[in-house]
């Protein structure tokens, strides 16, 4: 039901910053971030309704922030102050009335924090 294609991956210094974006084609009740590094488990980043309500992860709180566009169709990741630990590929995920537990996933964008 829902589409969802993420984009503004790249290779940065620590201490630069980044922009994502997810456009997402469909309705969604909640949408945000994920990330999966190497050799570790996919975690979660940061999430938002539509309504504007947003929560983060300890690890990303104060130098990432997370909002919606005015027609609710994309979602923006914001990182600021990037670390080496930040290094994973990031995936956007919606989640719907009909797919509440595991939501949707696009097909992740690489972000990597290298000097």
């Known amino acids: 039901q829902v589409h969802l294609v993420e984009s503004g991956g790249g290779l940065v210094q620590p201490g630069e910053s980044l922009r994502l974006s997810c456009t997402a084609s469909g309705r969604f009740y909640n949408i945000g971030w994920y990330r999966h590094g190497s050799g570790s488990q996919r975690e979660w980043v940061a999430t938002i309704t539509p309504l504007g309500s947003a929560h983060y992860a300890d690890s990303v709180k104060d130098r990432f922030t997370i909002s919606l566009d005015a027609a609710k169709t994309t979602v923006y990741l914001q990182m600021n102050d990037l670390k080496p630990e930040d290094t994973a590929v990031y995936y956007c995920?919606?989640?719907?009335?009909?797919?509440?537990?595991?939501?949707?996933w696009g097909q992740g964008t690489q972000v990597t924090v290298h000097s």
């Open positions: 995920n919606a989640r719907t009335i009909s797919k509440s537990r595991e939501g949707y």
